[in-house]
């Protein structure tokens, strides 16, 4: 999969950073990242050339109990706004109906999960 979150279910408008805010959505395969005072978010790298040039790109998870730090996960949600779509003030969250543990893939820079439920 491509992108930090896909819809499930086509349709919808998109934001510039591709999500879809109505309805229901799922990230893909994504390791947790511990934010302030008990938040977290699901992240993953985005390496254009080498190393040296990457960025991290995180989605914020709300309405549920944060996995250990560093863990690979998959979580089902709704978006949650956060700011007008397509402003600086806006940036990814869901509110998760279900975080589901995964194994970490084989090469993290690639993070697809094969196998039942996933990419």
């Known amino acids: 999969m491509h992108g930090d979150v896909e ?11 591709g999500l879809r805010p109505p309805g229901g ?6 390791f947790v990242t ?5 938040t977290w978010y699901v992240s993953r790298l985005v390496i254009s ?6 960025q991290v790109r995180k989605v ?9 730090a560093d863990a690979w996960v998959t979580v089902t949600g709704t978006w949650h706004p956060t700011g007008k779509v397509g402003t ?11 975080v589901r543990r995964v ?12 196998g ?3 990419g």
Not at 7 to 17: D, L, S, W
Not at 49 to 54: G, K, L
Not at 103 to 114: L, S
């Open 49 to 54: 050339c080498c190393a040296a040039d990457a």
């Open 25 to 30: 959505l799922r990230t893909a395969a994504r």
């Open 34 to 38: 511990p934010g302030r005072h008990g």
């Open 88 to 98: 600086e003030g806006a940036s990814p969250a869901l509110d998760a109906t279900a």
């Open 60 to 68: 914020r998870v709300h309405g549920a109990p944060a996995p250990p």
């Open 116 to 118: 039942p439920g996933g």
């Open 7 to 17: 819809a499930e279910g086509a349709g919808g408008p998109r934001t510039p950073g």
């Open 103 to 114: 194994p970490a893939p084989k090469d993290p820079y690639h993070d697809m999960v094969t």
